[in-house]
């Protein structure tokens, strides 16, 4: 029992490390305020979600994978599923 409970706290604590360094979404008003802290890395889409939250999902994870810092929505479509664009910026 006690090598699950280790098992246990150790998965927790690498998701909950992971997580913590994905790409944050920014609104577009928020982002151009600072935009002269971040250097443009790309753009990502996604396509085919059922739901915003799963999009916003996909999204930091394809920023991250691109090692982007933040991500700022340039589209998006909800005709019966949602699709979207970003364009993804990494701090200087």
């Known amino acids: 029992m006690k090598k699950y409970n280790v098992l246990l706290a ?3 604590t690498a998701f909950i490390s992971s997580s ?3 790409a944050e979404l920014m609104k577009k008003v928020d982002f151009e305020k600072v935009a002269s802290e971040y250097t443009k890395v790309g753009s990502v889409t996604t396509s085919n979600k059922t ?3 799963g999009a916003i999902e996909d999204l930091s994870k394809k920023a991250d994978k691109k090692g982007g810092d933040v991500f700022v929505l340039t589209s998006g479509n909800t005709n019966n599923k ?3 664009t970003a364009d993804v910026y990494k701090k200087k």
């Open 51 to 53: 739901s915003q939250s």
């Open 20 to 22: 913590a360094f994905s």
């Open 10 to 12: 150790v998965a927790l």
């Open 82 to 84: 949602i699709h979207g």
